[in-house]
C-alpha cells in the first residue's frame, strides 16, 4: 500500500510515518488515515512510510527525497525510541527535513479512545460505564522516560473525558504491566484474578470482548487499548482478562476519526514552518 500523491507540490513533502504491522487490517486503517490527510492537503505530496515491519522504509524515502523539504510526521501516539531516534538519524543528513510531533499526548486521543470504550460496551450488550467499573487505558510501552510520561498524560485526559479515575497499563518495557494492573483492579473489586484469557473471552480478534460472568454493579475491568490500529498489541489486549475490550483507535473496516486526521495535519503544519 505505498500511495503516493502524483501531483508535485511547492510545499515539503509530507512524509507520514508509521510503526508498521504484517497485520492487514491495521495496514488497511493506517492508510485510511493517509489517505484522508491526502485529501485535506491535495497540494502537498503525502508520502507513506513506516520505521519497522513494512517498506520502503523512512531511510529509503528521505532519501527519495534529499533534494527536497520535507516533514517526517510520526504516525505514532508518544514519542520514544522510534521518533528520537530511528527519525532524527533517518533525517540527520539531510537540513531540509524535520520531524514532527508524534500524535499525542492530546486530550482529542481520549476523546476518541472514550468513543471507543462506549461503543465496546454497547457491542458486547453490556451496560454503561459504572462507578464500581476499573479502566485500565493500555499503552505499547517504552522504556523512555518520556514516552511514559505522555502516556500517564494520557491516561488523565481519558479520565477527564470519562468522568472516572483511569490508570495506564504497559505491553512492554514499563510498569505497570497489563496482567499486573488487571490483577491489582480485581483485587481492588475484591474479586479472583485470574490467568489472562480465561475469564470467559472468546478468542475472535478485533472485537468487543465481554465477559459473561461479571455483572456491572460488582464492577468491570475496562480495557481500553492507546494503540493507533490492530495488529500484536491490540491482539494481546484482546487476551488480557478484561472483562470489555476496546477496539484501538483506528479501526478497520470502520471510519477514520476526525481528530487524527486533524492533528497529522496540524503537526505536518507546525513543522512545515521550520522545514
Do not use: I, K
Not at 60 to 88: C, K
Amino acid at each position: 500500500m505505498d500511495c503516493v500523491n502524483p501531483h508535485p507540490a511547492s510545499a515539503p513533502v509530507l512524509l507520514a510515518c508509521a510503526h508498521g504491522t504484517r497485520d492487514e487490517r491495521g495496514q488497511r486503517a493506517v492508510a485510511a488515515l493517509v489517505e484522508q490527510v491526502r485529501a485535506a492537503l491535495p497540494e502537498v505530496d503525502v508520502v507513506d512510510t513506516w520505521v519497522d515491519v513494512q517498506e520502503p522504509d523512512l531511510v529509503a524515502r528521505t532519501r527519495e527525497h534529499a533534494e527536497h523539504p520535507a516533514v517526517v510526521v510520526p504516525l505514532l501516539l508518544s514519542a520514544g525510541y522510534h521518533v528520537f531516534v530511528d527519525m532524527a538519524r533517518a533525517v540527520q543528513s539531510s537540513p531540509q527535513h524535520v520531524v514532527a510531533a508524534a500524535l499525542g499526548p492530546d486530550r482529542r486521543l481520549a476523546g476518541v479512545m472514550a468513543r471507543r470504550l462506549t461503543e465496546a460496551l454497547d457491542a458486547a450488550g453490556a451496560p454503561g460505564l459504572a462507578p464500581a467499573d476499573r479502566v485500565l487505558m493500555v499503552a505499547a510501552g517504552s522504556s523512555d522516560p518520556r514516552s511514559r510520561d505522555d502516556c500517564e498524560l494520557m491516561a488523565r485526559y481519558l479520565g477527564d473525558a470519562l468522568g472516572t479515575p483511569v490508570t495506564a497499563a504497559y505491553l512492554s518495557a514499563a510498569r505497570p504491566s497489563v496482567p499486573d494492573a488487571v490483577a491489582a483492579a480485581r483485587a481492588e473489586l475484591g474479586q479472583h484474578s485470574e490467568r489472562p484469557g480465561s475469564h470467559g473471552r472468546a478468542s475472535r480478534p478485533y472485537a468487543a470482548q465481554s465477559s459473561e460472568t461479571t455483572p456491572a454493579d460488582a464492577g468491570r475491568v475496562l480495557l481500553v487499548p492507546y494503540l493507533l490500529a490492530p495488529g500484536f498489541f491490540h491482539g494481546r489486549v484482546l487476551t488480557a482478562g478484561g472483562d470489555v475490550v476496546a477496539e484501538p483507535l483506528l479501526v478497520h473496516p470502520g471510519s477514520v476519526p476526525p481528530e487524527l486526521m486533524e492533528l497529522t495535519v496540524e503537526h505536518y503544519r507546525e513543522a512545515a514552518s521550520r522545514a
